[in-house]
């Protein structure tokens, strides 16, 4: 009895913690349909909503976790479970990760507001420069990637005209913080022909990029949305 007691605890919270990723999903439409609405103002409405959510579904994982300890220290299946579970959550950037690596700065160029558009423009950082720096980092043997302390994975995305990261905003300067073998990233980022663009946009419009090698680095867990794409709510 103790023993399926123990199992099933951590599946009951990890249920919490899917309803709760629900609900964060769920209550974007709202928002969003409020045409009538200032656009800031709704801007700022969901980033204070989708913060709440974040510390809630914070609290049901630190739940969770602090069940499967126990159930670990009781029972010999349930310990080799949250082992198998414990590997998971690293691989899926799930849990905090430290290590040398390197720290990658992108900032906007100063040009004077008389400058051409298009200069303006080019000396700009965009969403899609942020998801290239990422890219090259992968590539190059980032075992983890963070973007101004918010941890991202290889299926997250930079969106928006105001950059969005895990459905944050954020304005630059961009900091990121790469955990991975310092010397093969320095070199590969190093290399004339990796982020050539952002490169060369940095000799022509001033868009700053910086690379420095970090002997430390910590990255905090993941904590944006996970997608759910086969389970429903139960009725």
């Known amino acids: ?80 479970l949250k082992g198998g579970i414990d590997d998971l959550e690293d691989a899926a950037g799930l849990s905090p990760l430290g290590g040398e690596g390197v720290v990658i700065t992108l900032d906007d160029g100063r040009l004077p507001a008389s400058a051409p558009r298009r200069s303006i423009e080019l000396a700009i950082v965009h969403s899609q420069d942020i998801t290239d720096v990422f890219n090259a980092a992968w590539k190059a043997g980032a075992l983890g ?32 913080s790469v955990v991975g073998p310092a010397d093969a990233l320095m070199k590969a980022l190093g290399d004339a022909r990796e982020l050539g663009d952002l490169k060369r ?18 990255l905090p867990a993941y904590t944006g949305p996970i997608p759910v794409r086969h389970a429903i709510p139960a009725t």
Do not use: H, K
Not at 147 to 175: D, H, K, W
Not at 205 to 213: S, T
């Open 1 to 80: 009895m103790r023993t399926a007691l123990i199992l099933v605890l951590p599946a009951l919270l990890l249920g919490l913690v899917i309803g709760v990723q629900w609900q964060t999903q769920a209550t974007r439409s709202p928002i969003a349909t409020r045409y009538s609405a200032d656009l800031a103002t709704a801007a700022t409405e969901m980033q204070r909503e989708q913060d709440g959510l974040r510390v809630e579904l914070a609290a049901v994982r630190a739940e969770l976790d602090a069940v499967r300890e126990q159930a670990a220290s009781l029972d010999v299946r349930a310990a080799s």
């Open 201 to 218: 946009r940095g000799e022509l419009y001033g868009l700053r990029l910086g690379i420095d090698r970090a002997a430390r680095v910590e």
């Open 145 to 176: 990637i963070a973007v101004n302390g918010e941890r991202v994975t290889s299926a997250t995305a930079c969106v928006g005209a105001t950059i969005q990261v895990n459905g944050r905003l954020m304005s630059p300067p961009f900091a990121v």
